[in-house]
């Protein structure tokens, strides 16, 4: 406290020897004219050695904002928000302008200058344990009295904050480590157990709650108890509901739109679960993505121009489900359990040739996360795609051919091979070898010294008849 002290006397001398910041709306008198961008620090010394050598200990008109501006970016790194407050009316007034160009540019400074996020806040006390909440409900179920539980559930889901009250190991504890999320696991079973036993209205007030925490907190995490929080709450029964969507999806979306870094938090604690907890948001996802794209009642949920970031934001939180399922040393599931069967009755070509062309954009395609896709969807992807290079290919040669004035021959539109049966395995491979500019043609295959017209049962036979040799017991070994 003692040097931030001496620091900001020496602020409050140098603003003495500074002339007033006069408001910015009398520009004419100072020669100020319009707002010009902001000047870089070799002008502002250049200028200021000038103004000194003139013998002028004031600094006039356009020197004023460039001033104002320094000191006021000196103060804000020097003092801590609660600190500038407790100063700010012995400070002159900053016009307008000078603010916004501070603010402007203090997106161009480097991470490491910017100030940090602040600390995780102090929780409220928050004693009950596992054992207290399960006799809790067993008085209630048994006396129909709900007041303690109602209590609990309002109170806990309320906010980012009491959710790690009442989670949280250590109440102030950092936990700010990817193997150790610092959550109470085993009271979060408890609570989430019992949940979906309780009367209607508690379990409305939970979803209240819920959405008043995430309007609370949408401008994003800033500290890892928010993390913990949305870990918490993306293990809730109550979106196994169509009529808990809405809510659903916003916090998906809240979630999906956090930075990597927090991503790879998440990623992290989610596979700490155990596989019948893990299993569980992950069939609520996909039955979302599912119910979303083919809606048994349409009028249950809102019309799908008006939604249409909630697919993306469930299937960008699965591929975080996906990728705990891949960094555990174990699978905690079988990866064949993330496919999404519905998927099949979509156009995927449609999301294929989306992912082609928009790649690089934000264009949301399904290709873009391959875990979703089934196996018939992937082959159905690959045969097409295959065909369409191949029609493109032939294209190519016929076009040019034309363009060349040359004699056009059908040959062009094919691969074709010419092997002997008896060195099959050599001929074939001199042959693609030979050819490797029209490998994404079809292929044709005809065998030396026999008559016939390749329709594809001679294809047949030569793929069968090349992989026998290729993985016979003579060549494998060593």
Known sequence: MDGEHYALSGVERE????????????????????????????????TLSQRREAGGRGVAGGMTGTLSGTLSGTLSGTLSGTQWLR??????????????????????????????????????????????????MERAVQSGDWREVREFYLTTFDSFIEINAAFKREANGSFNTIDDSGVNAKFVNAVYDALLSTPQDIQKSVLKGIINSLLREWKGPRTKDDLRAYFILVQNPQYSSTSTYVIYAHLLRQIAALSEADHHFLVHWLKKLSARRFRQPVERLLQFISTRLFPAEPDELPPLAKCSWWIPSATKVLGLFNAANSVSSAPIMPFTDFYNITLEHIDFMEEYRTWQNYGNSNRFSFCQFPFILSTVVKKAIIQKDSEQQMISQARQSLVSKVSRRQRVDMNLLFLNIKVRRAQLLSDSLDELTRKRCDLKKKLRVTFVGEAGLDMGGLTKEWFLLLVRQIFHTDYGSS
């Open 87 to 136: 100063h700010g009316r012995e400070l002159p007034p900053i016009c307008s302008d000078v603010r916004q160009k501070h603010r402007l540019s203090i997106d161009t400074l480097p991470p490491e200058v910017k100030a940090p996020f602040p600390s995780d806040p102090i929780l409220p006390p928050r004693t009950k344990t596992t054992k207290e909440f399960q006799e809790d």
């Open 15 to 46: 603003r003495e020897r500074l002339p007033p910041i006069y408001n910015s709306s009398a520009p004419a008198a100072f020669g100020r004219g319009a707002k010009q961008p902001f000047p870089s620090l070799g002008s502002f010394i250049s």
